[in-house]
């Protein structure tokens, strides 16, 4: 299903198809509550267990290089709208264990991993000069066995 521009989610408005995968679509939105720009990853089902989980693990992030979630819906996820361009490889080796440093080391610190580290999930924003940023997308909380 398809979301037309002007359609209301709630307090938000979609603006625009970002993109869609095998989860869902994601559109660019705008929060008519605080006039500021979102992104909201609709499910293709009503909120699964599988999307609660991600829910839940992008909650419990904070951290430059990781979107923010900002609320969710019966069957939606609101985040953070990050502007820039997915990653465009291949990257020299050190600039690839930079970049996987910068936005992996966080999640892993707080137990959550993310199963499907690709170009389309990494963005290159002028955020922050240039940096990688990790968009939510199949992570998911584990428990450590060791540490």
Same mark, same amino acid.
């Given at each position: 299903?398809?979301?037309?521009? *002007?359609?209301?989610?709630?307090?938000?408005?979609?603006?625009?198809? =970002?993109? @869609?995968? !095998?989860?869902?679509?994601?559109?660019?939105?705008?929060? /008519?509550?605080?006039?500021?720009?979102? $992104?909201? &990853?609709?499910?293709?089902?009503?909120?699964?267990?599988?999307?609660?989980?991600? $829910?839940?693990?992008?909650?419990?992030?904070?951290?430059?290089?990781?979107? /923010?979630? %900002?609320?969710? !819906?019966?069957?939606?996820?609101?985040?953070?709208?990050?502007?820039?361009?997915?990653?465009? *490889?291949?990257?020299?080796?050190?600039? @690839?264990?930079?970049?996987? !440093?910068?936005?992996?080391?966080?999640? %892993?610190? $707080?137990?959550?991993?993310?199963?499907?580290? &690709?170009?389309?999930?990494?963005?290159?924003?002028?955020?922050? !000069? %240039?940096?990688?940023?990790? =968009? @939510?997308?199949?992570? &998911?909380?584990? /428990?450590?066995? @060791? &540490?």
């Amino acid at each position: 299903m398809s979301l037309a521009p *002007g359609t209301r989610l709630g307090p938000y408005e979609v603006l625009a198809l =970002i993109g @869609a995968g !095998g989860m869902g679509a994601v559109y660019k939105a705008r929060d /008519t509550r605080l006039d500021r720009i979102v $992104a909201i &990853k609709v499910s293709q089902e009503r909120f699964s267990d599988r999307f609660e989980c991600e $829910a839940r693990a992008v909650a419990a992030l904070n951290h430059p290089h990781i979107c /923010t979630l %900002h609320d969710v !819906g019966p069957d939606y996820l609101v985040m953070e709208y990050v502007e820039g361009a997915p990653l465009k *490889g291949p990257l020299p080796l050190d600039k @690839a264990v930079e970049y996987a !440093g910068q936005i992996l080391d966080a999640a %892993h610190a $707080a137990g959550i991993i993310h199963r499907d580290i &690709k170009p389309p999930n990494i963005f290159v924003t002028k955020r922050w !000069g %240039h940096g990688p940023f990790l =968009i @939510a997308d199949t992570i &998911k909380r584990v /428990t450590w066995l @060791a &540490k």
